[in-house]
């Protein structure tokens, strides 16, 4: 059906768009040949508006560039000791360059209206300076040298900027100090900080309204992060003997992975959510993948003594706690495929999709039930689960039109034969050897798997165009 | 809300924070009791960390016996350590888990158990074991440390609340001016 044609210049935004989609329509009609498509596509092209967006991201680019190296180098500069100045002279300076930076945020951005890039970059300068400014306070009061309180409120510093979405790039910051500050206070106390979740709400709650994803993708890995360090001290606590928590977290993280992966589904239900799924979908393969990685190891299945009396002494609540992640994913698994298939986009193989990981759920439980006289072949079957994840992540990544989805499934099988190679070949041969051997194997493996990726991609590419 | 609310929200909220950590430590200072600590040396591989001196105190290691608590304290719980006037420097006596009742000539200093050693021993850190101090004048005061040839105390604020800041470092009894 053709849309009715603009009136007004040849040259306006709108004819452009309009001509754009009639040429699709034509080509789709046989009207005219791909040649002439892609001849009529560049004369008609947003020149205006894509110089526009470009000189518009240089100025964005520059700016936040320059906002950010302003800010590192004010950092270093107050980082060194101010040897001349009493302590009040330095606090007098740095509060007075603070409020300078602050009068020169506040006029860019509501009184000077027509510099809205410059504002913004004053604006994560300012939280830079407000970063200095904690630490130089630090230095003058000798508060400690690891710090984990002063990242804490540089993170909340910024936080009243981040939540009323006034920039993107202060929320992306808050998300990254908020996950450091996290980091660092378990390096100190073995124990997560459960104020993190506090923190973490809101600030999912910004990325959802603003649709950062790359904010949602840094927040997700800090929860993650998070869960397993506050898992590990709680089956620890939970389990009245050593019980092996590596493999009890190992099984926790699959049912996590799977989880995140089916959230990410569940976003199809709205075309307006649908853009916030692939983190959730991205972090999700890769704990998945990760997990089957990790089992693919020797050492670490030789580790997993089976003994069936310790199984049998597992605590209710510990498998109470086991049984509840796993119906969790297998629930968001279910209804994951279900809202996929209901979904405009309908993606192909949500079939396949859903049986595999099924079968993943199916097999999670044999990770805490592996006998010791069978480790080798549980070894075996490991290797070939995460050789089967990558395939069908590259099959389903073909399929779906998602290079993500080939990236990874190539960089897993290129991990894990580079793995496999020092594995055997670091026993088999001399150590000169082996590392000019290693050399030449992968420098040929690896030319071979990127021309192999590219044409893949180049793949999805044309098939993209053509539809 | 406008820009300019949402903006001056945060401009205030980041001033609050700035002028709290300021109000904090001057607060020590300006109502806090000076004690002077004798400080133990330090192993001098982790002596220096850029441009800061780490400190170890006598009061940094406290015996099981001054912890006069039934349950077993653990790494990151609170501790409250009395302190008397000895000689020179201020002693430990004895520690609990909450803020303790004082008799005269006692203040008590807040810290954060580090690690412990059931029976044994606890490590606490009091926030006052970094000294920042300018480049190139930190080797007076590592030797020092170590008790090489001479010996560091530390005069510390401590105020009604525990809390503590240093106020001077003392070599041999002489106040040490590093600016």
């Known amino acids: 059906m053709h849309s009715e044609q603009p009136q007004g210049r040849k040259s306006s935004e709108q004819f452009r768009r309009w001509m754009r989609c009639e040429i699709v329509l034509w080509k789709k009609e046989g009207l005219i040949d791909s040649n002439v498509s892609k001849k009529l596509t560049e004369r008609y092209s947003d020149e205006s508006g894509e110089r526009l967006t470009l000189s518009r991201r240089l100025v964005v680019i520059t700016s936040i560039l320059g906002a950010v190296l302003m800010g590192v180098g004010a950092i270093l500069f107050f980082a060194s000791n101010w040897q001349t100045l009493s302590p009040l002279v330095k606090l007098i ?24 890039v410059l504002g913004q970059a004053l604006l994560l300068l300012t939280c830079f300076f407000f970063g200095a400014a904690l630490w130089l306070i630090g230095q003058v009061y000798n508060y400690r040298g690891y710090f984990p309180t002063g990242v804490l409120f540089w993170t909340l510093g910024m936080l009243p900027f981040a939540l009323t979405g006034c920039s993107s790039a202060v929320l992306c910051l808050a998300s990254v100090l908020g996950g450091v500050w996290m980091g660092m206070d378990l390096l100190q106390f073995d124990n997560p900080n459960a104020w993190y979740l506090l923190l973490l709400v809101p ?77 959730f979908r991205t972090i999700g393969l890769l704990t998945i993948l990760g997990v089957t990685y990790i089992l693919t190891f020797r050492s670490l299945l030789e580790e997993v003594g089976y003994n069936p009396e310790l199984f049998i002494k597992m605590p209710p609540a510990l498998i109470a706690t086991l049984i509840t992640c796993w119906s969790l994913a297998l629930a968001s698994t279910i209804a994951g495929t279900l809202i996929s298939k209901r979904s405009p986009e309908k993606p192909a193989h949500t079939g396949w999709e859903l049986g595999f990981l099924i079968l993943l759920l199916l097999t999670a439980p044999c990770y805490l039930l592996l006998p010791s006289s069978l480790i080798m072949v549980c070894l075996i079957l490991f290797n070939i689960l995460l050789l089967l994840e990558a395939f069908g992540l590259v099959l389903l990544g073909l399929c779906r039109k998602q290079p993500l989805y080939v990236n990874l499934g190539v960089a897993t099988v290129t991990v894990l034969i580079f793995t496999r190679y020092f594995d055997f070949s670091l026993k088999l041969l001399s150590r000169s050897f082996f590392f000019m051997g290693t050399g030449i194997v992968l420098l040929l493996i690896g030319g071979l798997l990127e021309r192999t990726r590219r044409h893949l991609i180049q793949r999805l590419k044309e098939s993209r165009n053509v539809s | 809300m406008s820009l300019k609310a949402k903006l001056t929200i945060g401009i205030v909220c980041q001033l609050i924070i700035l002028v709290g950590m300021v109000g904090f430590k001057h607060f020590t200072l300006l109502t806090g009791k000076p004690i002077l600590l004798e400080t133990v040396p330090v192993d001098p591989r982790s002596l220096f960390r850029g441009d800061y001196v780490i400190l170890r105190y006598k009061i940094s290691r406290l015996k099981s016996g001054i912890i006069k608590e039934q349950k077993m304290p653990k790494r990151g719980d609170s501790i409250y350590v009395v302190l008397r006037k000895g ?66 105390s530390v005069e510390v604020a401590v105020d009604r609340f525990g809390c503590s800041v240093i106020r001077q470092l003392f070599i041999d009894e002489k106040p040490v001016k590093l600016e």
Request: proline share 4%; hydrophobic share 45%.
């Open chain 1, 93 to 116: 300076t740095i509060f007075i360059i603070l409020l300078g930076t602050y009068f020169a945020t506040l006029r860019f951005l509501i009184v000077k209206e027509g510099y809205p």
């Open chain 1, 203 to 279: 600030l999912l709650g910004v990325t959802y309204r603003t649709k950062a994803r790359f904010c949602l993708t840094i927040n997700l890995l800090g929860f993650s992060f998070w869960l397993g360090a506050f898992c590990a001290p709680l089956i620890d606590r939970f389990t009245m003997v050593h019980f092996n928590e590596g493999m009890l977290c190992l099984f926790v993280y699959l049912c996590l992975g799977i989880f995140l992966y089916c959230i990410g589904n569940l976003h199809l239900v709205s075309p307006s959510a649908k853009s916030m799924g692939a983190p």
């Open chain 2, 87 to 152: 000689d020179e420097f201020w002693e430990p006596t004895t520690a609990f888990l909450s803020r303790p009742v004082l008799t005269e000539g006692e203040i008590f200093i807040k810290g954060t158990i580090v690690s412990y050693r059931w029976a044994k021993s606890a490590r606490v850190e009091y926030g006052i074991e970094t000294y920042f101090i300018p480049e190139g004048k930190g080797r007076v005061i590592e030797a020092a440390t170590r008790g090489e040839k001479s010996h560091l």
